[in-house]
């Protein structure tokens, strides 16, 4: 099956740096690519995702990369804010194959 | 609001007792799943159900079952329940399949002592 590995599985970055999340796959029919946020107490929620037509994709301070022929994948915050503190799960699925990554927590320091 | 619900919020149970967790989301989605959050482990399917009526196993499904009557309801049951169950577990739900957003609940925190 799939194996999505997620580093680091903690940053900490200065208000206003940017903080880059990375993983990596092993299934070459992995074809779509989200990632979650999760606050302290709550269920995960979909923040960017990526289709394997793609490389790149942003939405205002949030971008997401895909490399298919090295099978890896990173989010790229810019501009911290402290709200972005949270831990962060990238994921990669084939249409009946899901699989997270251990996660990313990140703090951001005012 | 539409979304999905979760109950119960928390549990304490003694190993060897059965236990329910319920899901119901109000959204007509066709696909749910359940995952359990472990530290350091990030969350892992335990059992989805494509459509109503269907379901199948995920990752870790031993000591779980799942049913699926309708579209809205999937709950989740511990026959007998031991201490690795200890977890919190988190029910989600997408529209069109593992290729589609997944809408996650509020989760349950369980503890089996």
């Known amino acids: 099956g799939e194996n999505v590995e997620q580093h680091p599985s903690t940053l900490s970055v200065q208000e206003g740096d940017s903080a880059v999340i990375k993983c990596t796959y092993s299934d070459s029919a992995s074809n779509y690519f989200p990632w979650y946020k999760q606050e302290l107490g709550k269920g995960p929620q979909l923040i960017i995702d990526i289709r394997s037509n793609v490389g790149e994709k942003k939405d205002q301070r949030i971008a997401v990369t895909l490399n298919k022929t090295a099978k890896h994948f990173s989010l790229h915050i810019t501009e911290t804010q402290p709200e972005d503190s949270a831990v962060y799960f990238c994921?990669?699925?084939?249409?009946?194959?899901?699989?997270f990554g251990t996660g990313t927590s990140l703090t951001v320091i005012p | 609001i539409a979304g999905i619900t979760q109950a119960p919020t928390s549990q304490i149970l003694a190993a060897g007792r059965r236990m329910t967790l319920r899901c119901t989301q109000d959204m007509r989605h066709n696909a749910m799943y359940w995952y359990r959050q472990d530290l350091g482990l990030g969350l892992r399917l335990i059992h989805y159900s494509n459509t109503a009526g269907t379901t199948g196993k995920g990752e870790v499904p031993d000591g779980y079952s799942v049913s699926r009557a309708n579209t809205d309801d999937f709950p989740l049951t511990l026959a007998s329940a031991v201490p690795s169950q200890t977890s919190v577990y988190f029910c989600?739900?997408?529209?069109?399949?593992?290729?589609?957003?997944?809408?996650f609940g509020p989760g349950t925190r369980l503890t089996v002592l």
């Open positions: 989600a739900s997408s529209s069109a399949g593992r290729i589609d957003t997944q809408y």
């Open positions: 994921a990669a699925s084939t249409w009946n194959q899901f699989y």
